[in-house]
């Protein structure tokens, strides 16, 4: 068991891992990390899977199977993907038990294609619910404008879900809000609130990527440089503690309501010339997630610091950068519009992807 790891654990961060695959399930490794490596989650998207499905050969039965069958490639990758998430969500079983369902859970995001049809993505939300039938999966929805009313609409039919895609402060509270009129609406349709469980995945590393870039060209000091993203994501959190609060979140929390997580997403540092730990080390704070690719899980494991709450005290400090950033002629609304735009076109590009790599397999499957 890595000591960096647990004491990260320890301090009130829930460890998931940013992967999967049918290798991963098979080879033993993912269960693997819930004992090493304090992993108690798993999130998944198209880019994962399209990844996955290109490497190696651990889907070539069940490709084989399914052209045997007739289906067709959007199909297939529905069927392989909820296959992979359903084995992972029995691995954390568990994990799930043991932390009365706060953790253990899996992400399978819908189709990105959907992001701006609230009818589709609900339609699709249901359908992923209903097929993958384990009560630690979390559906990922996507926090567009129409992904809001599908998330209200999701949650109150009691289904958990993982609001992925945040990058605005301003868009965060309208999750938050979303997620709250959801459980409303869950209590109303009678569901147990209690089982209903959601993360806000609020993104860190891809801030930082697109404020330096913009500060270069600029022109500005390089001192301000590395700093949008962690004030970003502390301002995040100071509007969770702000929103779960008060009478309206008391009634829900009387009927066994829990509070929408936030979950540190991409929080793989993307440029080397930055701490590969800083996404971890400065956002540790208690009952947060912090949802790591590989490669900086490692990092934390050999080299990792936990030195506390790194979030709460920093408020004051994260106002000031972000006032400094805009002085020097950042417009924080157009790096998010631009940010969020980019986000819903990447994972769609990885999900066309995906869907050419299984018609491939599927095509020489037939043909063997």
């Known amino acids: 068991m890595s000591e960096r790891l ?25 269960a693997g990390l819930v004992t090493s490596s304090s992993v108690v989650g798993v999130t998944t998207n198209p880019t994962i899977f399209a990844s996955a499905l290109a490497k190696g050969h651990g889907y070539d039965e069940a490709v084989g199977r399914l052209a045997a069958e007739g289906v067709e490639s959007e199909e297939a990758v529905f069927r392989l993907t909820s296959d992979d998430v359903r084995d992972a969500c029995d691995v954390f079983a568990d994990v799930h038990a043991a932390s009365d369902g706060v953790d253990g859970r899996v992400s399978i995001e819908v189709s990105p294609v959907v992001a701006d ?40 039919r009691g289904i958990s879900v993982n609001v992925t895609l945040i990058f605005a402060i301003a ?17 109303r349709n009678g569901h147990d609130l209690s089982r209903i469980h959601s993360v806000a995945s609020f993104f860190v590393s891809r801030v930082d ?43 829900l929390v009387a ?41 900086t899980l490692e990092a934390f494991a050999d080299h990792g610091q936990v030195r506390g709450d790194q979030v709460t005290p920093h408020y004051d400090e994260a106002e000031r950068t972000m006032q400094e950033l805009s002085s020097a002629g950042i ?11 980019e986000g819903v076109e990447k994972f769609v590009t990885s999900w066309n992807e995906l869907l050419e790599t299984v018609r491939d397999n599927l095509d020489k499957a037939a043909q063997a």
């Open 6 to 30: 647990t004491s990260l654990a320890e301090a009130g961060v829930s460890i998931w891992l940013d992967d999967l695959s049918r290798e991963r399930l098979t080879s033993g490794t993912l």
């Open 117 to 156: 049809d609230t009818e589709a993505t609900v339609d699709q939300a249901v359908r992923l619910w209903e097929t993958i039938d384990r009560p630690n999966l979390l559906i990922k929805i996507p926090a567009t404008r129409a992904g809001l009313p599908a998330i209200t609409e999701v949650i109150g």
């Open 171 to 187: 868009r965060y509270r309208e999750v938050m809000e979303a997620y709250v009129a959801g459980l409303e609406q869950a209590a």
């Open 209 to 251: 990527s697109e404020v330096d870039a913009r500060l270069d060209a600029l022109g500005a000091d390089p001192s301000l440089k590395g700093r949008a993203a962690l004030a970003n994501a502390r301002l995040a959190h100071r509007e969770f503690t702000q929103f779960f609060a008060g009478d309206r979140w008391d009634t």
């Open 255 to 295: 009927q066994g309501a829990r509070a929408q997580r936030p979950l540190w997403a991409s929080t793989g540092v993307k440029n080397p010339a930055y701490p590969d730990t800083m996404y971890v080390t400065d956002l540790v704070v208690p009952g947060t997630v912090n949802t790591m690719p590989e490669p």
């Open 331 to 341: 417009d924080l609304d157009d790096v998010i519009a631009t940010l969020e735009k």
